[in-house]
């Protein structure tokens, strides 16, 4: 979950301004969680909790009804609407979120089960619900042990084609079908986990969503390193720190 939290973190400053360079600076005074950081929580307090991932999530961003980068239009409309139905979105909102799914269930059909349960209060459109399945999935089967080709060769059931980043070659694209390729070869061409958050900022596009995608496959796949984690912990308020060390305690080996 930290991982996804990081990815955020680092890309929330580059996504209305993006960056081209590699090398850039990883955590700076600018940066801020965003969307993905708070949908993120969410989703883990109600796994956690035994919650309903809907009122769960509207809790938490109500609380947070103006974060750095703001939520997208749809979903502001949803968060303040009295019903809070589903809007049939296939954005890559379900996929950013669900990395959390892949860690605190056991079986491959309990976390694609949740992962569609999560994604379906918003995302019920078939690709919204794709993009949040294949990202738990991917989680659940890295930290199982499963080798990253096998973790990848799986991911192609969902994205037959994976998309190769290019620094700066990256279109601006919200939605599930146009983020998950790029988010996989992202992870293809990587070898640890800050490269691959290096590229999934560089690559340019929605630069905070793709690096909480690339940053919770790539945490189950090679970890977080250590050295990272007061730093990115240290943008989380208080209520969020609850929430990521319950989740520490529950997934602690
Ligand atoms: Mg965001």
Redesign the pocket.
């Given at each position: 979950m930290l991982g996804a939290i990081i990815g955020?973190i680092v890309?929330?400053r580059f996504?209305f301004n993006n960056t081209s360079n590699f090398n850039f600076q990883f955590f700076a005074p600018a940066c801020d969680f965003?969307?993905?950081?708070i949908c993120t929580i969410a989703v883990a307090d109600a796994a956690l909790n035994g919650k309903p991932y809907k009122e769960t999530m509207l809790e938490w961003c109500r609380k947070y009804p103006h974060?750095?980068?703001?939520?997208g239009g749809s979903f502001t409309r949803w968060i303040h609407s009295a019903n809070a139905e589903p809007y049939n979105s296939f954005g890559n909102g379900s996929a950013?979120r669900v990395g959390a799914i892949g860690w605190l269930f056991d079986t491959e059909e309990e976390v694609l089960r949740q992962a569609k349960l999560s994604a379906e209060i918003t995302h019920n459109h078939p690709e919204g619900i794709k993009g949040a399945q294949a990202v738990a999935l991917a989680v659940y089967l890295a930290r199982k042990g499963e080798a990253k080709e096998t973790v990848l060769e799986r991911m192609r059931d969902y994205y037959p084609t994976f998309t190769k980043p290019q620094l700066g070659g990256n279109p601006f694209n919200e939605t599930c079908q146009g983020t998950l390729p790029i988010c996989l070869g992202i992870i293809e061409i990587s070898s640890e986990y800050e490269e691959a958050i290096r590229y999934a900022i560089a690559v340019g596009g929605?630069s905070?969503?793709i690096g909480?995608i690339v940053g919770a496959i790539a945490e189950a796949i090679w970890g977080v390193p250590d050295m990272m984690k007061p730093t990115a912990l240290a943008y989380l308020p208080e209520d969020m720190m609850d929430i990521y060390t319950q989740f520490v305690e529950k997934t602690a080996k």
């Open positions: 955020d890309g929330s996504e965003t969307d993905d950081t974060p750095m980068g703001s939520y950013m929605d905070d969503t909480a």
